[in-house]
């Protein structure tokens, strides 16, 4: 299990070193506290002798470690491991057994848990790093005078023989916290062991360079070149970015130096694919193949170079954000994809509705381990997608990309977003884990807004563009050019492109348009309006021409009936919601004070909107 909150930098001011330090220590005393506790339940029923005088002694040091901790008598986790495995060993062979069980799932829970709970991941923009460097160099001259001359190559060889530089502090905030993140993991890892802190994502990862940037910012940091206990993490998030990660891993599997930090990582190499800014940057249709493609790519080569790759898939609640029926989508990957090991994550209402409970969460991790298996055992008969169908696929995600970006890269868009959605109030919730765009500072642009408020901006005003723009233009083309039965034929045949459709129903089923029909009047958002609008027709009607049905998601009665009974919460929230907003902007022009009123209303309408509809972000 991993943990985010406290190690996400990626563009957020309230995320500091010593935030990482408290965050590792809270997941530490957490976990102590309930060691303390099973320990003294244990107590109560392993009386026997010897076995007393062990539980007594751990019952003690949990105590000391929890409330008055001595450095110099630090906890050792392994110790009481094999006090543990001791007590086993005796009720084994002096005591019948007796109470097994109990140790046994005790010992189960120190092994999946060490000391650190949930390992804690660090995250920090690659634009980030460039800068930092770049300050430090202007202080210690850590490059040659030639560098920025030099081809990434030569950069790359330049950044593996960086010294560390001193603990001075630097003139900026940014180079200090960086350069003490990067020396935190060290005293994480003695506290909590290697998996309290063990992997560096890098976000809007572009260039092997970016890779390397970090290595460089360890061994500044006063990490040996050969003691590096941490996996470095690429994050390929755009369509371009998936479109080149991987020429930049082979550049890195290439690199001696770096080759020989993964054959100390166990000759694994963890890569991070984010369908939430895929989605944002290139449509639903394209970004779902690009990763696709990425992912399949990403294997052969980490095959041919003799790595295990291992896919950490940034995933959020809605299908706009890789949601939906995650488990039918794994299951469907086939047998070009390496799938001996895939992580996700899970992120907000989706947290609590599907592992809030512990017969939701045995449920939903079955599915997904179902899923795995099942795709393993069938993927060579019926999963994998042919070399016509992956080109028919290809085919239908650059006309939906075509037809995204002309949505996109209309000049009122983010204008749009802005006046209509309840976009600009998404900070003033204070219910995601970072602030709503990276820069803070000045217009609002497109790449520097999170996927977060940019999908639940559209889920409040209940039209989801993320979750099925392009694919209606998509297979619209296709039918023009004659190519309606294979597109059928792929529907029927191959589970990938289905579930694909099925998340897209999905978002669709929680449309709904005549709540702001109004725009469609608007003169100078109602060409956006119409194009929303008329996309989301065409991508209904090909869609039931596809599956033969007439409603969307009959094929899931029961999900079908959930979105129904919360839309009942969510339709009345939502129109308050929009004539707040409309009078919001009217008291804004005027200069009245009812504005904080209406804003308060938009804000708490919010809370209800997000709550209500389980995956709206």
């Known amino acids: 299990m991993g943990f985010w909150p406290g190690g996400d930098r990626d563009g957020n001011p309230f995320v500091k070193t010593d935030t990482t330090i408290k965050v590792a220590e809270s997941l530490r005393a957490a976990l102590l506290r309930c060691y303390y506790f099973d320990v003294r339940r244990l107590k109560r029923r392993l009386t026997f002798k010897e076995v007393d005088l062990i539980i007594a002694e751990w019952e003690e040091k949990l105590y000391q470690e929890l409330f008055t901790p001595d450095p110099a008598k630090p906890f050792h986790y392994l110790d009481m491991l094999k006090a543990m495995l001791k007590i086993r060993e005796v009720l084994i062979y002096q005591n019948n057994g007796l109470f097994l069980n109990l140790v046994d799932n005790f010992i189960s829970k120190m092994r ?135 020429r930049i891993m082979t550049t890195l599997y290439s690199n ?28 639903y249709l394209m970004a779902n193949w690009s990763i696709y493609k990425a992912k399949e790519q990403l294997t052969r080569i ?88 992956e080109a028919l696929l290809s085919e239908m995600a650059d006309i939906s990309y075509l037809a995204y970006t002309g949505l996109r890269d209309h000049n009122y868009f983010t204008e749009y977003l802005s006046e209509v959605s309840p976009l600009q109030f998404y900070g003033e919730t204070n219910i995601g884990s970072r602030p709503t765009k990276r820069k803070n500072a000045g217009k609002l642009e497109l790449k520097d807004l999170r996927a977060i408020p940019f999908v639940g901006a559209f889920s409040q005003l209940k039209q989801n563009v993320s979750g099925y723009y392009g694919v209606g233009s998509a297979l619209q083309e296709m039918e023009k050019k004659g190519k309606w039965k294979e597109v059928k034929n792929l529907y029927v045949n191959s589970p990938y492109f289905k579930t694909l459709l099925d998340n897209s129903e999905m978002a669709m089923k929680k449309c709904f348009f005549p709540l702001t029909e109004t725009f469609s009047r608007h003169p100078k958002f109602g060409k956006i309006w119409m194009l929303i609008f008329n996309e989301f027709e065409l991508s209904k009607k090909y869609i039931f021409k596809l599956s033969g049905k007439q409603e969307l998601m009959s094929d899931y009665p029961i999900e079908q009936l959930s979105i129904q009974m919360r839309e009942r919460i969510v339709l009345p929230l939502t129109t308050i919601q929009q004539y707040a907003i409309v009078k919001f902007r009217e008291a804004e022009k005027s200069g009245s004070g009812m504005k904080k009123i209406y804003e308060k209303l938009i804000i708490r309408c919010s809370f209800g909107i997000i709550n209500a509809a389980r995956n709206s972000a």
């Not at 920025?148 to 916290?177: M, Q, R, W």
């Not at 989508?329 to 209402?349: D, H, P, R, V, W």
């Open 112 to 246: 999946i848990f060490g000391l650190h709970f949930a390992t804690l991941d660090l995250r920090q923009e690659s634009t980030v790093h460039e800068k930092v460097l770049n300050i430090i160099n202007e202080r210690d001259e850590i490059f040659p005078d030639n560098y920025d001359s030099l081809d990434e190559i030569g950069k790359i060889k330049i950044l593996t023989h960086l010294k560390a530089v001193s603990k001075t502090p630097f003139t900026d905030d940014l180079t200090n916290d960086t350069l003490a993140s990067v020396r935190a993991v060290k005293i994480i890892q003695d506290k909590n062991g290697e998996a309290g802190c063990n992997r560096y994502i890098i976000s809007q990862c572009n260039s092997a360079l970016n890779v390397m940037e970090v290595f460089a910012l360890f061994l500044l940091g006063g990490w040996k070149k050969d003691h590096i206990n941490l996996d470095i993490v690429p994050l390929f998030e755009t369509v371009d970015d998936l479109h080149h990660a991987a």
């Open 256 to 283: 001696p130096d770096y080759r020989a930090h993964l054959k100390r990582r166990n000759e694994t190499q963890t890569i991070m694919v984010g369908f939430s800014d895929g989605t944002k940057d290139g449509g």
């Open 302 to 389: 980490s095959q041919e170079h003799g790595i295990r790759v291992v896919f950490f898939d940034g995933r959020g609640g809605p299908p706009a954000r890789g949601g939906g029926k995650t488990h039918r989508f794994y299951s469907s990957l086939g047998k070009k994809i390496a799938n001996k090991e895939i992580q996700l994550t899970i992120q907000g209402q989706t947290v609590s509705s599907n592992f809030g409970t512990v017969d939701s969460a045995q449920f939903n991790i079955e599915q997904l381990v179902h899923a795995g298996i099942s795709n393993d055992l069938f993927s060579a008969r019926k999963v994998t997608l042919s070399e016509e169908e």
